[in-house]
């Protein structure tokens, strides 16, 4: 129940506050989820979608700069290394 | 697939294993939160990398584990009920109550109804208003806006034929009552990243402060947990507590306002029974005064006391002849989720484990959920 896994938002079909609710792909499989906790979301963002409700929108630019600090350390470990 | 693939890159995660090993001057004892996140680490080998370094200590984040028995029972004798429809998460279906599960009252002709998500039921009982239909509002503070939404529709709909039977946890409430608990090994968290989506992570500042322990808000995919417990293990070498977010892309410290404040019109924050803990304060919600008519317990009042009733007189019977699981959390003698709950022991060191209990045939609920622990190392972990 818990494990909510990002799909792309691909078009919005309800605005209403309560009742919002867009087309969301995952995968290539394309659900209806509902939408009222991720208003801003835009067309083409990555939301993550809980029991059929979007509880986030992906922040792509935390996401890269949380993937370009993890590769830094690994950068980091290579240069530290004795050469061989 | 964007945003799952790169957090599980095998050599950044060999990298982040390497070093957290270095960093360790002593072993360390961690706990995971949520029951997804206990599936994730042992599905990618992380708690066996790292076995003689860190030991990942299991959470109660399983919400179908810690769903009162009695609250199950009641949602059978709602399911029996003539135009009553049960609406429910599928893990509900084959945890046990205290003598049965819901899909033993399905095959006598209960009716359960599955479904993906509570907005679902409110469809149902819309297109049904010759039947009743109660959702079996189970979960953490992640669902927690997901059935108060639905309630918020029912509500805009006028339907008459709606109602939860709430049994909601709540996440920090527990960890207080574990660190509080004797015998608590714990000295840092990987908080339940999907759960501080929702409610952000302003509160967990002064649980960290009065425990002096640090919290790393954390993801499910393999980066996401190596950088969780390499925040955690950096900050107990460094004798440093604080809260870090490690799930930055989907968690941000003020959490999801919108979702807070559907929550909110909702529910209050109640004293709640958790499996295996007991009464939690602060442990879960229940709904405001003005949603009362949604409410299932007042609804069908007599048939929870008569359930009440006969789960007191099987607790009474228990305690009587000494047997049966003393944290009321299965019917089985031998099943030891009370411990595994708390993290007190593994999954593996049940004597029945693998046996006499598997997910085909379960004893209790850690093995029957997706998210149990116990599952999770049948699944993954059975050779050790
Ligand atoms: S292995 Fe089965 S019997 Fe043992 S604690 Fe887990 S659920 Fe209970």
Redesign the pocket.
Known sequence: MCLAVPGRVIRWIDRDPTFAQAEVEFDGVRRTCHMACVADAQEGDYVIVHAGVAISRVDEEQARLTLADLARLGELDESSEPPA | MKHLDEFRDPKLARRLVDEIRRTVSQPRVLMEVCGGQTHSLLRHGIATELNEVVELIHGPGCPVCVTPAEAIDFAQQLALEPNVVLASFGDMLRVPGTSRSLLDVRSRGGHVKIVYSPLDAVDLARHHPDQHVVVFAVGFETTAPTTALAVLQAATLGLKNFSLLVAHVRVLPAMEALMQSPGCRVEGFLAAGHVCTVTGFDEYESFVQRHKTPVAVTGFEPLDLLNGIRECVNQLEANQCEVTNRYARSVRQEGNASAQEIVSQVYEIADTPWRGLGVILKGGYRLHGEFEAFDAALRFETILRRVDDRSNMLTVDEQGSQTGCPAGV?P?D????GE?LRGLIK?VE?A??GTR?TPDS??????VSAEGA?AAYFKYQRTI
Request: proline fraction near 16%; aromatic fraction near 6%; hydrophobic fraction near 30%.
């Open positions: 299965c089985s031998d099943c030891r989720s595994v999954p049940c029945a484990f209990c379960p004893l209790g609920a850690p093995m116990c």
